[in-house]
């Protein structure tokens, strides 16, 4: 998985708590991507950051922050979890290669939120 | 924004017979198109990718093109095999923010490789 570590794999909580994802990379790669994948809707990118204390919103950031305090950790919080944050989160890396950057992907952690 | 539109959803093929994906794009900004493959319970890996000034690329028994006019880029796997089984999901990129690229992804085909 190209150097991407994301932890926990497996994570149930309750409607309402905090939770937090890590993604970690040893690429030393600039960007990195949270993205979301449900069944029927494919991937979708939540949050993403060009670089340390670089983030931005993606297509379906409503109920998450993130942060990055080090090039290797990029952190997913869910301020206050929901039944329909329950999803499989996936973390990306990429370096600029011109035109179309490559994203690698990590394992996944999968959240269930009752 | 973008949008990708993949089909078939599910696809059937007996091995050794070839299987073909086909993917729509909205934005004809979008110039970059990878194919991922995921396994269960794994994460999305690339197979290919093609960028919008190349207009097909081979690799062994895996080959995409694509249509920059019409807007529409497909995977080809030949000579399939068991292991070809997965989840396979095509993509378009857009420059976002920080000179960031995001992806759009199609929502996914189902290839089973009947024995």
């Known amino acids: 998985d190209a150097g991407i570590t994301q932890s926990p794999r497996h994570k149930v909580t309750e409607t309402g708590t905090p939770v937090t994802l890590r993604c970690h990379q040893t690429?030393?790669?600039?960007?990195m991507y949270w993205y979301r994948q449900d069944p029927g809707h494919g991937l979708r990118l939540i949050h993403y950051?060009?670089?340390?204390?670089?983030?931005d919103k993606g297509e379906v950031s409503d109920g998450y922050s993130v942060s990055r305090s080090k090039t290797e950790d990029f952190l997913l919080t869910l301020e206050s979890a929901t039944s329909s944050q329950t999803s499989v989160y996936f973390c990306?890396?990429?370096?600029?290669?011109?035109?179309?950057?490559?994203?690698?992907f990590g394992p996944g952690t999968r959240l269930l939120v009752l | 924004g973008e949008n990708v539109e993949q089909h078939p959803s599910t696809l059937s093929v007996q091995e050794g017979d070839s299987a073909v994906i086909k993917c729509t794009y909205s934005?004809?900004?979008?110039?970059?198109f990878p194919w991922y493959k995921q396994e269960l319970g794994k994460g999305p890996q690339l197979i290919i990718d093609?960028?919008?000034?190349?207009g097909e690329k081979k690799d062994q028994r895996i080959a995409v093109t694509l249509n920059k006019t019409a807007k529409h880029f497909s995977l080809h796997i030949t000579e399939t095999q068991p292991e070809d089984s997965a989840v396979y999901f095509c993509?378009?990129?857009?420059?976002?923010?920080?000179?960031?690229?995001?992806?759009?992804f199609g929502k996914g085909t189902h290839l089973i490789i009947q024995p």
């Open positions: 990306a890396i990429s370096e600029l290669a011109g035109m179309g950057e490559t994203q690698y």
């Open positions: 934005d004809s900004a979008s110039n970059y």
């Open positions: 690429e030393n790669h600039r960007y």
């Open positions: 093609i960028r919008s000034n190349v």
């Open positions: 950051s060009y670089g340390v204390k670089d983030t």
């Open positions: 993509a378009a990129s857009l420059r976002i923010g920080g000179g960031a690229d995001g992806l759009t």
